[in-house]
């Protein structure tokens, strides 16, 4: 829900064939610690401030959430130009173009070079998305994948997420310290467990992706040469 400077609403929802599934069953007594990109709900976010609220619907009946206020700011122009590049690497800007990120991780299958262009802050914001293109596309395995970009990401609201991508990695490697990791994780985001358990058993989100759209896809057709390279 979008609230404008005239109380105009905004309801929307993520659209079927997303990276996201469009739509998660949680349990009595169950909490559940998500991410969500909203640049994938299909409608176009313009700067502005924004009243966000999150609607569970069982059968007939639904509830909302209290409303959380932010604000999106917009970059100076080369900046603006810079992350316009990097988001169009997914393929061209459809003719409704909602500002979507999706089709950067689910399309792009070449390496992503940042120009200097694009600032500090902007970087900081597109940390995680890079991380998560890297992670789809390296060849390999997610076992294999470099944790150490995650450092490069900031902000206790995605603590969760990094947390939850470094479980994975750590577990796919078999390293000693993942039965640690796993229970200060569980402890820090209960709301995690269902990420925690999927990791445990080879579905974690790394992997699913790598899977459903990255580079072990059976989908895919790269070249004879994988164009991504480390």
Known sequence: MRVAHDGARLETRFAKGEEYSPTVTVQAGEKRTMVCDLSNLGALMRPGTYGLTLTVRQ???SRASNQAQIELVSLEAAGAAEAARLRQLGG????????????????????????????????????LHLFMHRATWLPGTVAGLDARPLDAIHGPHLAAETSALRYEIARARHDPHAIT?????????????????????????????????????????????????P
Request: proline fraction near 11%; hydrophobic fraction near 35%.
């Open 59 to 61: 059968g007939s009946s």
């Open 92 to 127: 061209p800007s459809p003719a409704h173009d909602t500002g979507a990120w999706g089709p950067f991780l689910s399309r792009n299958l070449n390496t992503v070079v940042v120009s200097p262009s694009l600032g500090p802050p902007a970087q900081d914001q597109l940390a």
């Open 181 to 229: 990791m796993r229970a200060t994780l569980l402890h820090q985001f209960p709301g995690l467990r269902h990420r925690v358990e999927a990791a445990d058993h080879g579905e974690g989100t790394l992997a699913v992706q790598r899977r459903a759209f990255g580079v072990e896809s059976a989908f895919v057709r790269p070249p004879t040469r994988w164009p991504y390279q």
